[in-house]
């Protein structure tokens, strides 16, 4: 086994907070990860869930560049292994990565640099950590540590399911006295619990730091016409930021981003379907440009280390909570305010539940999937703090509502629905459960259309029955029963609403229901204190917003010349920092978060003097 020296980085005996200052640029660690730093250290395992933004990469980063050899980081997805490497690199860390992209040529050299001890990190994908000849070669090097990134890909219940993860055990096998720390931002307890044991973590201490991410506001809207509820949300809350919108399709996909563009947003569309080469160049730009949009399926995303994406937007509901939590936690890295913004229907419902059930998953599978999705619909339905009810789905616990969501911002209004319910499913019963919701609106209103007439429905005892309720609220109604699981949508009958063994319970007054109150659209909605048109320079005054601008004009034209993402050159929270300081000197600027001795040495300068500049002429 070899040693290394570590003339780029720090000596082995480095003091953590050392490492934190000179390399990272931070001052103090946040959470846990202090803890969970000096617990590998000292070569113990760990298990990590901690949100997206907190921080979880230092946890197994710094304890690598500190540990003797070289710290092994399983990453299933190549664009975020090849960007976490470019970010090490802007921070003087030798870094690597070994995965399908590299020639042979590359690859030898990568796996020289191994074997010699001039590595502090390589990132490899499962498949080829899994390889013989790769297994091979860590036999012959010094491993500081394993680090199994995006550990609940081993679940087999959860969304993105990898089977290479189950697999990774061999690790303490093979490597018993190697520490190993698996780290995610998204399980519930039962993952927690498959983590655990497929990755024989037995003995591994559990480091649980919530699943709150406060910056986020949580906005969930009912469906009218997706696009142009969209395009409302973003003239008011984020006329210039950039952002990520999911639908389901990749017609929609391709559909929403023309749309956009159209009406002056540069957006980009991002699917498994499009042309490898196109789908790439539309990531890059994404990544190195600002204020770009991201239309994209759910095939884009967790390999994403962007820190400024200002929202996310869903346009069509997720599978999920952990698929709705772990999308939306992509938005607001930096800390920063930022947005989770949805639109959810009736369609989104029946859509989902056809899914599952033509699906080709076992009995038991679809059964934790149907919980999983009326969990969800619970979200969507919810009148309490949407963060209280997010955060409960994870077994955490939020004490008193956030006022950070549209529910706590402008809440929402339950009402006694039974009785209307009631008169939903007798309407349902007396036209044969053939209709779809239009239909069955009318005959309860008593609106004689050319349909009513033509299967005299007119005639029925039920005709008119819900006429003292408005004629808006029904659409809530049906999408409400239907989230519910008291009705039924078939769409192989052209979306006839039926009814459900559960509807009988309340035909027959043994059970009640509650219904929320959908608020009527706003012309302009209010925001909250916390977000604004750039939430990154909402909290400035007007000059400091100016020298803000100006200070991401020439991040940006650094990074376009270096080809790097502007974020790799300083996150939005530095400039921020930035623009409230002022700092003139050299040792100044070494006071910003973010700043560490390379970056301090390849760009303080220039942005001092646009800074000195700002501030001559504010005097």
């Known amino acids: 086994m070899n040693n290394r020296n570590h003339d780029s980085c720090c000596a082995e005996s480095a003091d953590p907070r050392q490492v934190l200052r000179d390399i990272f640029g931070y001052t103090d660690f946040r959470g846990d990860q202090e803890e969970i730093i000096g617990h590998l250290l000292g070569g ?50 030798r870094a690597a990565f070994l995965n399908s992209t590299l020639s042979p ?77 698996a780290l995610t931002a998204t399980a519930d307890g039962p993952t927690r619990r498959e983590i655990v044991e497929r990755l024989n973590l037995g003995e591994a201490r559990t480091f649980v730091s919530g699943f709150d991410r406060p910056n986020i506001r949580y906005h969930i809207v009912a469906k009218h016409n997706p696009q142009q509820q969209l395009l409302s949300f973003l003239k008011s809350e984020h006329p210039a930021d950039s952002g990520i919108i999911y639908r389901l399709s ?74 709705y939590y772990q999308e939306t936690g992509r938005a607001g890295r930096d800390g920063l ?54 955060l409960a789905y994870f077994g955490d616990r939020l004490m008193e509502p956030c006022g950070n969501c549209d529910t706590c911002l402008h809440p929402v209004e339950g009402w006694d629905g039974t009785e209307a319910a009631q008169k939903a499913m007798h309407c349902i019963s007396r036209t044969g459960q053939r209709f779809g919701a239009v239909h069955l609106t009318d005959v309860l209103i008593g609106r004689s259309t050319e349909r009513v007439k033509q299967f005299r429905h007119d005639k029925l005892s039920v005709f008119g029955s819900g006429s003292q309720i408005p004629l808006e609220e029904w659409p809530s109604i049906f999408r409400q029963l239907a989230a519910m699981g008291l009705l039924a949508v078939d769409m192989e009958r052209y979306g006839a609403i039926t009814l459900t063994s559960e509807s009988r319970r309340l035909l027959q007054g043994e059970r009640e229901v509650r219904f929320r109150r959908d608020p009527k659209p706003e012309r302009k909605r209010a925001k909250s204190r916390s977000t604004s048109g750039n939430a990154s320079v909402a909290i400035c005054g007007p000059e400091e917003a100016a020298l803000f601008e100006r200070l991401r004009e020439l991040r940006l034209n650094i990074a376009r010349e270096a080809g790097l993402p502007p974020y790799m050159v300083f996150h939005d929270s530095s400039l921020r920092d930035m623009a409230d300081l002022r700092p003139l000197t050299m040792t100044a600027f070494a006071g910003i978060s973010g700043v560490g001795r390379q970056k301090l040495e390849r760009y303080g300068e220039r942005f001092i003097e646009v800074i000195r500049s700002d501030s001559k002429d504010v005097e």
């Open 44 to 93: 113990g395992d760990a298990f990590v869930l901690m949100p997206t933004g907190g921080g979880k990469s230092l946890c197994y980063q710094i304890p690598a560049i500190i540990r003797p050899g070289t710290g092994v980081i399983v990453s299933p997805l190549i664009a975020l292994m090849q960007d976490q490497v470019r970010a090490m690199h802007q921070l003087g860390v």
């Open 105 to 181: 040529v590359e690859r030898s050299l990568v796996e020289r640099q191994l074997s010699d001890g001039e590595l502090d990190l390589l990132y490899v994908a499962p498949e080829r950590l899994l390889a013989d000849r790769t297994l091979a070669m860590l036999d012959r090097s010094r491993i500081a540590l394993f680090a199994i990134d995006e550990a609940h890909c081993v679940s087999q219940w959860g969304h993105d399911f990898r089977e290479e993860y189950l697999r990774l055990s061999i690790l303490h096998e093979r490597y018993p006295d190697v520490p190993r720390i």
């Open 250 to 323: 990749r017609r929609k996909t391709e559909e929403t981003a023309q749309w956009l563009t159209e009406h002056g947003r540069r957006a980009l569309p991002y699917h498994a379907g499009m042309e490898a080469r196109a789908r790439q160049r539309n990531q890059e730009m994404f990544l190195h440009e600002e204020n770009v949009l991201i239309v994209a399926t759910i095939a884009f995303g967790m390999g994403i280390d962007k820190p400024d994406v200002r929202f996310v937007a869903h346009l069509d509901l997720p599978k999920s909570i952990e698929a």
């Open 337 to 390: 305010p930022a947005n989770a913004f949805m639109t959810y229907g009736l369609a989104d419902v029946v859509m989902l539940r056809q899914l599952l059930d033509r699906s080709e998953a076992d009995d038991q599978h679809k059964s934790v999937e149907r919980r999983k999705l009326q969990a969800l619909l619970g979200l969507c339905e919810t009148i309490r703090c949407r963060r209280q009810v997010l």
